[in-house]
């Protein structure tokens, strides 16, 4: 059974860069395509992105010129950066697998972020 | 971008009442491809139905989805007390989108 855990600071301070770490456990990363999706009460569920171990990308327009997905496929890990965040970027941040299309199969528990000075 | 939208908001239902959800997507979506996902407080989504009528595993057979084009829906065909939850549809025929939920709770 494939599982996601998000790692990475709970507290970012506006303009600055938020960093997320999703390590995958029972499975390959050498194989599927994997995103990062937030979630506000606001905006709901928003896709941000996603990575394939070749290094592949793939990312939401709306976040497109902020955004940087990468992989490491030795540590079987991918990694969100989300640069110049302001409170709109406060959320509920995903990592989550693809399934045999853009749809998303599995999902890590989410981390809590908030951007705060 | 295709926007979805969902409807109703809320659907207040008894256990063993039938549930159908509403989604409707501002285009035509490519492939019929949709895809449904339950939500409860605190836990990340939860897949249910991909290409708007495959059940993902272990996906009960009272769960079901139908449609093409822009109107996809949802159905729950008995509630039981573990169904009442927020639903989301999504589109992956194209970059992915999500609708906004529907909450189905207990009457």
């Known amino acids: 059974q494939v599982q996601l855990q998000e790692s990475g600071p709970g507290l970012v301070k506006p303009s600055e860069t938020l960093s997320l770490t999703c390590t995958v456990s029972?499975?390959?990363?050498?194989?599927?395509?994997w995103s990062w999706i937030r979630q506000t009460p606001g905006k709901g569920l928003e896709w941000i992105g996603y990575v394939h171990h070749s290094g592949n990308t793939k990312y939401n327009p709306s976040l497109k010129s902020r955004v940087t997905i990468s992989v490491d496929t030795s540590k079987n890990e991918f990694s969100l950066r989300l640069s110049s965040v302001t409170a709109a970027d406060t959320a509920v941040y995903y990592c989550?697998?693809?399934?045999?299309?853009?749809?998303?199969?599995?999902w890590g528990q989410g981390t809590r972020v908030t951007v705060s000075s | 971008e295709i926007v979805l939208t969902q409807s109703p908001d809320t659907l207040s239902l008894s256990p063993g009442e039938r549930a159908t959800l509403s989604c409707r997507a501002s285009q035509s979506v490519p492939g019929n491809y949709v895809a449904w996902y339950q939500q409860k407080p605190g836990q990340a989504p939860r897949l249910l139905i991909y290409g708007a009528s495959s059940r993902a595993t272990g996906i009960p057979d009272r769960v079901s989805g139908s449609g093409s084009g822009t109107d996809f829906t949802l159905t729950i065909s008995r509630l039981e007390p573990e169904d009442f939850a927020v639903y989301y549809c999504q589109q992956h025929g194209r970059s992915p989108t999500f609708g906004g939920g529907t909450k189905v709770e207990i009457k």
């Open positions: 989550a697998r693809e399934g045999s299309s853009e749809y998303f199969q599995y």
């Open positions: 029972g499975g390959s990363i050498g194989t599927f395509y």
